[in-house]
């Protein structure tokens, strides 16, 4: 690698750093999936057993290990908090920068590095996900990885390490998120070779790139001799075709549901994109590169809008594409600055995402509003009875976005490059105070009260169980020990319920219920309500005798 190109990776790796790694845990974890795979992390800690994944200490089939043992490592070092939780994917963060910076220099310069780079800390979703403990970035970043191995091969003299390379990169993937990787890297890289190479050769790499992909799987899979690989397998099959069929946990949507989340989400990258759709703003030189990441992003769109369950993150390998067209556009611009509509584009979406930042505080302040807005019994309720502990500050975070606006406004005219810096960079500052500012008076509305509820209890001997509806706060806030979990009482998870309302137990029980749908539960002579039973969320003792 080359000095310059050295010094670009580290300066965009430590604003990376900077921006994303302080107050990283300053929001609790978001109930589900955040809470969720941080709770795998926890009770691989307390269980000891790294290798099969738990939740409430019985088997979780839903996810393979590897980012949960990413989690685990930093709960190791920080302990078992929302830092640790989110601080694998802040490395993810780093080292997708890092990645962007090196490959767009291999495929055309320097320049374009470090725009494709820019790009992707300034646009809202790849930014926001830094910030989260979720396990697409991980995947996202190493499928992409296995694409950009691939690519290097058709023109290496070192084809066979970067073939390997490009499997046991896949298989990390496959080994963080499941077989759903092999379509998304495998059919954009079936068309390409076999439009480069014939389908002969095509077949040949192909076969050593899948082989090598399922070994990290396999590995883990038959690392021991139970009968947990074939159980975890026909599960993990099962819970795979529940996704692809289903609107599962009533996560369903319109077809055009993820054309939408990315050209929303991924701005500015998204709108610059679309203008590459125009010849004039392509660069030629990378006429493989651009097949190939088209290939991706179509694979991706097509797949995820078929597929009945409609999750914000599900098509976020897109992003990479997406910043990579954006990216081609904004290098176009960036060598002869004189047409305005890249810099217009930027400025317009940013000043509409500033607006944005700084009303959401503003509405979630005036209940009045929100209750026209709301009509959920629950969720009135929620809002009538909340104060939200606001510091006066929240607006900061737009105001960043609106000034990186007139900051780029002052500098178009003789600085344009500058001002687009200008506002990539206060774009990704924005959404990184939004979060450690705003997010946690959001939470106020949502699951405040249940976190810290759970968290008073974390030291107690007591189990506490939720009622009518779904949720892991309680696993993760209130340190579930595996003595209290139905496979350390002995109890079949199905009549675990029953057993805690109905069951003689040696210690007390608290139950988690909204008030809307607890009528029943209120009426039970021994269920004791521990807080006002006129409060939104319920919390009802049963005392151990």
């Keep these: 690698m080359e000095r310059n190109t050295l010094r670009t990776a580290i300066v965009f790796a430590g604003f990376v750093a900077l921006t994303v790694v302080p107050l990283l845990g300053n929001a609790y974890l978001f109930d589900w999936d955040e809470v969720n795979f941080a709770e795998c992390a926890r009770e691989m800690l307390v269980s000891g057993d790294y290798l099969h994944p738990q ?10 290990p590897l980012f949960f043992w990413l989690q685990a490592a930093a709960m190791h ?3 078992v908090n929302e830092f640790a939780a989110r601080f694998p994917n802040a490395l993810v963060g780093i080292a997708t920068v ?3 910076v090196i490959v767009g220099t291999r495929w055309l310069d320097r320049q374009f590095g470090m725009v494709w780079a820019l790009l992707w800390i300034g646009s809202l979703l790849p930014q926001f996900y830094m910030h989260s403990g979720l396990i697409d970035p991980l995947f996202n970043l190493l499928m992409f990885s296995s694409l950009v191995a691939a690519l290097t091969s058709l023109e290496s003299s070192q084809r066979y390490w970067w073939l ?3 499997g046991l990169l896949l298989g990390c993937a496959v080994l963080t998120k499941g077989p759903v990787a092999l379509l998304l890297v495998g059919l954009p890289l079936v068309v390409l070779w076999t439009i480069s190479l014939g389908w002969k050769r095509m077949l040949a790499d192909g076969m050593l790139i899948l082989l090598l992909s399922a070994l990290p799987f396999v590995v883990w899979l038959f690392s021991d001799q139970s009968q947990y690989g074939q159980w975890f397998m026909r599960s993990f099959v099962e819970y795979q075709v529940r996704l692809l069929t289903t609107g599962d946990a009533g996560h369903s949507g319109p077809i055009y549901y993820h054309l939408v989340v990315l050209l929303a989400g991924c701005f500015p990258a998204s709108w610059l994109a679309l203008a590459g759709l125009r010849p004039a703003w392509r660069v030629a030189l990378l006429q493989r590169q651009s097949f190939a990441m088209a290939l991706m992003l179509a694979t991706v769109v097509v797949m995820f809008s078929i597929v009945q369950t409609k999750i914000v993150h599900y098509s976020s390998l897109a992003y990479y594409p997406l910043t990579f067209f954006g990216a081609q556009v904004l290098y176009r611009w960036w060598q002869q600055p004189r047409q305005r509509f890249p810099l217009v584009i930027a400025m317009v979406g940013t ?8 009303l959401t505080p503003v509405i979630l302040a005036n209940r009045d509003l929100l209750l026209s807005l709301v009509r959920d019994e629950f969720s009135r309720s929620i809002i009538e ?3 939200p502990h606001w510091k006066g500050i929240e607006w900061s975070a737009g105001a960043l976005a609106l000034i990186a606006m007139l900051g780029a406004i002052a ?3 003789r600085l344009p490059r500058a001002a687009i810096v200008a506002v990539l960079v206060g774009l990704a500052l924005s959404v990184s105070a939004f979060l450690r500012i705003v997010a946690p008076r959001i939470q106020d509305f949502t699951q405040r009260r249940v976190v810290e509820f759970c968290k008073r ?9 939720p009622i009518g509806f779904k949720t892991y706060l309680h696993l993760f806030y209130a340190k579930r020990r595996r003595e209290r979990s139905p496979r350390g009482l002995g109890v079949a998870r199905p009549q675990w319920e029953a057993y805690l309302l109905d069951g003689k137990l040696p210690c007390d029980v608290i139950f988690l219920a909204k008030r809307t749908k607890a009528i029943d539960l209120l009426r039970r002579t021994d269920l004791v309500p521990l807080d006002d039973p006129n409060l939104p969320w319920l919390f009802l003792l049963r005392a151990h005798k």
Excluded: N, Q
């Design 351 to 358: 000043a509409i995402v500033g607006v944005t930042m700084i």
């Design 411 to 413: 500098l178009a005219r």
């Design 55 to 64: 939740i409430e200490f019985e088997p979780f089939w839903e996810k393979p």
């Design 164 to 166: 390997a390379g490009s």
């Design 98 to 100: 890092v990645l962007l």
């Design 77 to 79: 070092v920080f302990g």
């Design 457 to 465: 209890y974390s030291t107690s001997d007591a189990i506490i169980h």
């Design 385 to 387: 009875t909340t104060t």
